[in-house]
């Protein structure tokens, strides 16, 4: 596990070089992290450990979840240090921020797909009441700095083939009628709400459309397509794809997904949408023979052509505005993402635990 960790922290280090004074205005801060206790919340505790200890930002962090006590129990390096405090909740029930919080990130949300299908409603509720709530309570703090609201490039709806990628202004086509659409129906919902909050309380709101992501601390019992393939390569294959594998996508390395979230926190301007994500794009069976050329002997792929309900379909994010405005960029490409992806899956030996599925992968 110190390996993982060790592998986990140098990354840390390295992504937020140079990024130190657009950083600067969150020294001393209490930041709130709602939906902390995943893999975007510990990764953002990644990164403010390294401020903290590197560069004497002094942090003070309170994650909101859950489950913060099995957090705590599985990554005592981050979940018992002194700067951070562990609150257990709802979002869908929240009620009050601590008053000397002037940062906010609401990354709570339900975005499991399995949910999707099983509990539907609970996913309605947790996207739109839990926005509502933290947005409510935080019109009630005296200094307010910003409140970073994670919505998804999935609020896109359906991507034009022959568009390479979509910028902020994009607006596509969702089937409200469909079941299926209730997770990006609902963080459309969730940017309204927000907009009703800046409308009625002038609340300093950045919001950021998360795209696809791999790396340390994603759990491969979630149903994407590099969690997929990972999952499936360490049991040996084969892989299975539904259609052509022509579909495409674009995968960031947490860290910089995390390191994207920071920035925007401390300079990003309020009232502004920033796609976050990778510019380049990949189909899912180059993915998938990038993903098996790391494992002997290597994974057979199957494609299940003809299978209905599968079109190939795109999403790819253009990401001109967050990196001039905020200076971001890219710090580890998509092979380097994957390799370490899988060397932390090895040495933490997680994938072990996940059970079996039986079902192919979609278009994801």
Not at 14 to 29: D, K, M, N, S
Not at 78 to 86: F, I, S
Not at 210 to 215: E, I, Q, T
Not at 236 to 248: E, F, H, Q, S, Y
Request: proline content about 5%; glycine content about 8%; aromatic content about 8%.
């Amino acid at each position: 596990m110190k390996e993982a960790i060790a592998l986990v922290r140098a990354d840390a280090e390295a992504v937020l070089q140079g990024h130190l004074e657009r950083l600067a205005p969150l020294r001393g801060q209490h930041l709130f992290i709602t939906g902390g206790t995943g893999f975007l919340g510990t990764w953002l505790l990644e990164l403010a450990k390294v401020l903290n200890e590197r560069h004497q930002f002094g942090l003070q962090v309170t994650i909101f979840s859950r489950n913060t006590q099995a957090f705590a129990a599985r990554w005592p390096h981050l979940g018992q240090e002194k700067w951070v405090t562990l609150q257990d909740g709802d979002i869908r029930y929240f009620t009050e921020l601590p008053r000397d919080v002037r940062y906010v990130i609401h990354a709570a949300a339900l975005t499991d797909r399995r949910v999707f299908a099983s509990h539907p409603s609970a996913v309605a509720e947790t996207n739109t009441v839990g926005t509502l709530r933290i947005l409510r309570a935080a019109t009630l703090l005296e200094d307010l700095q910003k409140v970073v609201l994670l919505s998804s490039g999935l609020v896109y709806g359906g991507q034009p083939w022959d568009l390479p990628r979509i910028n902020e202004d994009f607006g596509g086509v969702l089937k409200c009628n469909d079941v299926n659409a209730v997770y990006p129906e609902s963080k459309r919902l969730a940017e309204v709400i927000a907009q009703c909050a800046i409308s009625e309380s002038k609340l300093p709101v950045v919001t950021l459309r998360p795209f696809a992501f791999v790396g340390p601390y994603q759990s491969l019992q979630l149903p994407w397509a590099v969690t997929d393939f990972i999952r499936d390569s360490f049991r040996g294959g084969p892989i299975r794809l539904m259609g052509d594998g022509a579909t495409v996508r674009s995968i960031m390395y947490y860290s910089d997904f995390a390191c994207g979230v920071l920035l925007a926190l401390a300079a990003g301007r309020p009232r502004t949408t920033y796609n976050l994500g990778s510019d380049e794009p990949v189909d899912l069976l180059t993915l998938a023979q990038k993903i098996t050329k790391y494992f002997s002997p290597v994974p057979e792929i199957k494609l299940r052509l003809g299978q209905t309900g599968h079109d190939r379909n795109r999403l790819v994010p253009d990401t001109t505005r967050l990196a001039t405005e905020l200076g971001f960029k890219i710090t580890v490409p998509l092979d380097a993402a994957l390799q370490k992806s899988i060397e932390w899956h090895r040495l933490t030996g997680d994938w072990q635990s996940v059970p079996p599925f039986s079902h192919a992968t979609k278009s994801q």
